[in-house]
């Protein structure tokens, strides 16, 4: 069972359309991270969101995490084929989680040219 | 950031065999983990490697099917021992690697292993 919710699980959209995609669990985090997947590589990390509330853009994605730190969203503008991947969230774990970092379920994102 | 060379990239395997799979870091890294991700699934943590002695295994894994060695600071293994075609899966492994409060994780390119 995936401590944090990912939804949705699979968005196919067209380029230039905007989206935002969520990242939802009971728990309260001190940190979240978001990285993303390209098909044959590993993970890489996006951002790491600190603050309840607080607001981070890269370029055209824009990411927040809530204000009870319990849940992030998303927010892709103008979605490019290069923005395909899959995107994970997951807490940045503690020397209480022993560093393991456990990641959401997952949405897949599918930019058509 | 760290470097890390997973091989093979991916393979074919007969049900029944083993595969061993070698993870290199070109720097030495406190804290490995190997994670397994089922076709269209997240990443699964398995265990985390610990350099000197067995690994810490998530629940769901055990050695027996899983083995895995860390005989240095910048080296693992992960062995997938008699295989089914529920194995079939990418397998990767990741580094934490910075201070105690500055720190981040990177991942290798995985293996992708299909058992027939």
């Known amino acids: 069972t995936q401590l944090l919710e990912q939804s949705p699980q699979f968005l196919s959209i067209q380029e230039g359309e905007n989206l935002t995609v969520y990242c939802n669990s009971s728990?309260?985090?001190?940190?979240l991270q978001w990285y993303r997947q390209e098909p044959g590589e590993g993970p890489v990390l996006l951002v790491t969101v600190v603050t309840g509330g607080e607001v981070k853009k890269l370029k055209r994605l824009t990411f927040q995490f809530g204000d009870a730190r319990k849940d992030s969203s998303l927010h892709i503008t103008a979605a490019q084929p290069g923005d395909t991947g899959l995107y994970l969230c997951?807490?940045?774990?503690?020397?209480?989680?022993?560093?393991?970092?456990?990641f959401g379920s997952g949405t897949r994102l599918l930019v058509r040219p | 950031s760290a470097v890390i060379s997973q091989k093979p990239s991916r393979d074919i395997c007969q049900r029944g065999t083993s595969l061993t799979i070698q993870c290199q870091v070109d720097s030495q890294v406190t804290m490995m983990f190997w994670y397994r991700q089922q076709p269209g699934q997240s990443l699964t943590l398995i265990a985390t490697?610990?350099?000197?002695?067995?690994?810490?295994?998530e629940s769901g894994f055990v050695i027996d099917k899983f083995p895995i060695s860390r005989p240095n600071l910048t080296f693992s293994t992960l062995t997938v021992s008699n295989m089914s075609p529920e194995d079939s899966s990418i397998y990767l492994c990741s580094v934490r690697q910075g201070t105690p409060h500055n720190y981040g994780y990177t991942f290798g390119s995985g293996t992708r292993l299909t058992v027939v």
């Open positions: 997951a807490p940045l774990p503690g020397m209480d989680s022993s560093y393991k970092l456990i």
């Open positions: 490697a610990n350099q000197g002695s067995e690994a810490t295994y």
């Open positions: 728990s309260v985090f001190s940190s």
